[in-house]
């Protein structure tokens, strides 16, 4: 059964009228600024667009978000994302690969403008990073060796999962009652469920179904059932720049609704993994 897609129409009432107020009150302030009332932060937008480059951190090594081929060539679903985005601000898309641990801080560390990675606006998140509107929905789905025991995700109380802690899916598995397992990302880990080092792997059936299409024989299959609700991606970036976040949705939203991202999506994946409108 598809699983229900939140409406991107609720979506961007929410986070237009939030949008909007924050950019109402930069305007009125001259910028934005902390409550302490110190000097308002430097404008981001104007800053990427000066430079003419918005710097995208994601890990290069996450097929089918953001990978190299064959060829040496990043490429990706979020990739090509981002280069609509970088097109609709007028600049170049310039991509920084980090391991998936030293991610997220790359931004408060100014080693790049935006994140693309299958990141997920949590309310933990939120408390200290601004996100766009969401641009694609997965469900998690449970990988384990094709000669577990394990049947459904029902039994994932107290059975090991690689996994990496801070991640959507890691923090899934944890409440699920797993023992988590340490990795540096889904190839690490899908590789220690197939050598029998941990029992599961816990990732979205996107990086499921891309992992069987390149490895039919690594001897993985998935738990019955789903793991957890729907995961939303969204682009994560410094809070207080209403300016920046307002341009992001807007070249979302357009290409949302024009179907840009479900031809993008019907390339890598074969399904349409945009929010329903």
């Known amino acids: 059964m598809e699983p229900h897609r939140p409406s991107r129409r609720t979506v961007l009432g929410a986070t237009g009228l939030v949008s909007l107020g924050a950019l109402l ?3 009125s302030s001259g910028g934005s600024s902390d409550a302490s009332g110190n000097a308002p932060a430097e404008d981001l937008l104007e800053k990427i667009q000066r430079a003419g480059e918005v710097r995208i951190g994601m890990e290069g090594t996450f097929r089918p978000y953001g990978y190299h081929d064959s060829s040496g060539a990043l490429v990706g679903f ?3 994302i981002g280069d609509l985005v970088a097109r609709d601000l007028g600049v170049r898309a310039t991509y920084v690969e980090t391991q998936w641990d030293s991610l997220i801080a790359g931004v408060g560390a100014g080693r790049y403008d935006l994140v693309m990675n299958n990141i997920a606006p949590t309310a933990e998140r939120k408390k200290s990073f601004d996100f766009s509107i969401p641009y694609a929905v997965s469900q ?5 060796a094709k000669d577990s025991p394990l049947r459904s995700v029902d039994e994932i109380a107290g059975h090991s999962a690689a996994q990496t802690e801070t991640s959507n899916f890691g923090q899934s598995m944890a409440k699920a009652g797993a023992q988590l397992v340490p990795s540096t990302g889904f ?3 899908v590789m220690l469920v197939a050598f029998g080092r941990v029992d599961m792997t816990g990732n979205d059936f996107v990086t499921f ?3 069987f299409e390149q490895r039919p024989d690594a001897g ?3 738990l ?3 793991l957890g609700d729907p995961s939303e991606s969204a682009v994560l970036m410094a809070r ?4 920046l976040r307002a341009a992001v949705d807007k070249s979302l939203t357009r290409h949302m609704d024009n179907g840009d991202l479900k031809k993008i999506y019907e390339k890598y994946v074969s399904t349409d993994l945009t929010p329903e409108s």
């Not at 207080?240 to 300016?243: A, I, T």
């Open 78 to 80: 979020e990739k090509e």
């Open 25 to 27: 009150s930069a305007c």
């Open 209 to 211: 179904q891309s992992f």
């Open 220 to 222: 993985i299959r998935l």
């Open 187 to 189: 190839d690490e880990a």
């Open 224 to 226: 019955e059932g789903q």
């Open 240 to 243: 207080n720049q209403p300016r």
């Open 140 to 144: 998690g789905r449970v990988g384990v």
